[in-house]
């Protein structure tokens, strides 16, 4: 095996010269972990949109705290003072389970990015995008910035900082450091944000909510717990942190993107056979487990334009080696 992982690093680092760090477990002990670009196993990464699949397992863990009814609860239950626009039907049938499978309808035809996270208040903006003509025909369209929606549902039903929520139920138990809050001023801050190489935190609004679908910064270590928290039905160290039916039902599909499946917040593959889940963010962060295998893998990466082939280097490269 010495040989196959001296392989991989090699092919690492002249293929995937972003990767800063890779934690993997099997059958719940560490077997390997590396670091690249001057990475240690303390140093951060944003993990781009594996923060959705984090906010996926915070609603989860509201639900079985009785703070929300269920992913079939209306949206709009959250945000009384809300008003649609005149002859706006739609919004208000749209359903937590929308927004964590991807088939809520939007008003636009591309994510208008600048509108939102220039606004005073991100949730606000995303609501303002949320409806339709077309009503809500099941049809899968990602968006990052309509997913901000469940962090004002957090915030709204438990009264708490979603910083702060994440740390008391989730974070601390994994022995996660609480992520201190990010402010991005102008769009010279938000586009510095996500070019630096060591950044350390969690972004939040103007109103002082965490984002929901980037802007969380993990290491490896903190990702491949998330990650063994699921592969263990939801318990971590012998305390259950979340249900196991949340977890079934997060990740077995939901809805479709073409041949991907989707659950809540998780993609599902299928690897060598096996049925696999996984938290993919842009430029190569990842949180991918192997239930069959008992298999977790972690990876952190700096951001890049290019994309970043990052299901093959775990499909042909890493499963290989350590399943």
């Given amino acids: 095996m010495d040989k196959q ?6 092919l690492i680092t002249t293929e995937y010269s972003n990767i800063t760090g890779i ?3 099997k059958n719940g002990q560490n077997i390997y972990e590396a670091y690249f670009n001057g990475y240690t196993p303390d140093d951060t990464t944003h993990i781009m949109s594996v923060t959705k699949s984090i906010l996926s397992a915070l609603i989860g863990i509201a639900i079985d705290n009785n703070y929300i009814q269920s992913p079939d609860q209306k949206v709009l239950d959250f945000f009384h003072d809300y008003k649609p626009k005149r002859g706006e039907k739609t919004i208000q049938d749209v359903t937590i389970k ?14 208008p990015y600048t509108k939102v996270y220039s606004s005073p208040d991100w949730v ?8 339709g003509r077309a009503g809500i025909t099941g ?3 990602y968006s990052t910035v309509g997913v901000q929606i469940l962090s004002g549902i957090l915030v709204n039903a438990t009264g708490m900082p979603i910083a702060d929520f994440a740390a008391e139920r989730l974070f601390t138990p994994l022995g996660i450091k609480k992520p201190r809050n990010i402010v991005l001023h102008n769009k010279e801050e938000h586009f510095a944000f996500l070019k630096e190489c060591h950044p350390t ?3 939040i609004d103007p109103k002082g909510v ?10 490896p270590r903190d990702m491949v717990k998330i990650g063994e928290l699921y592969r263990n039905g939801g318990v971590y160290d012998g305390k259950r942190l979340l249900s196991s039916a949340w977890i079934e039902e997060s990740t077995r599909e939901q809805s479709r993107w073409g041949e991907m499946p989707y659950g809540y917040l998780w993609w599902l593959l299928e690897i060598g056979g096996n049925h696999c889940y996984a938290a993919i963010g842009d430029a190569g962060n990842i949180i991918l487990v192997n239930p069959r295998k008992a298999l977790t893998v972690a990876i952190t990466s ?9 299901m093959e280097l775990l499909t042909e490269q890493i499963v290989p080696v350590f399943a």
Avoid: H
């Fill in 5 to 10: 992982i001296k392989a991989l690093e090699d």
């Fill in 23 to 25: 934690a993997i477990n």
């Fill in 98 to 111: 929308n927004l964590l499978t991807m088939t809520a309808p939007y008003k636009y035809k591309s994510e």
């Fill in 124 to 131: 606000q903006a995303a609501l303002d995008l949320l409806g």
């Fill in 139 to 141: 049809e899968f369209k």
């Fill in 201 to 203: 935190g969690w972004v």
């Fill in 210 to 219: 965490n984002t929901a679908g980037w802007g969380l910064c993990l290491s």
């Fill in 302 to 310: 700096c951001f890049i334009l290019r994309q970043v082939p990052i």
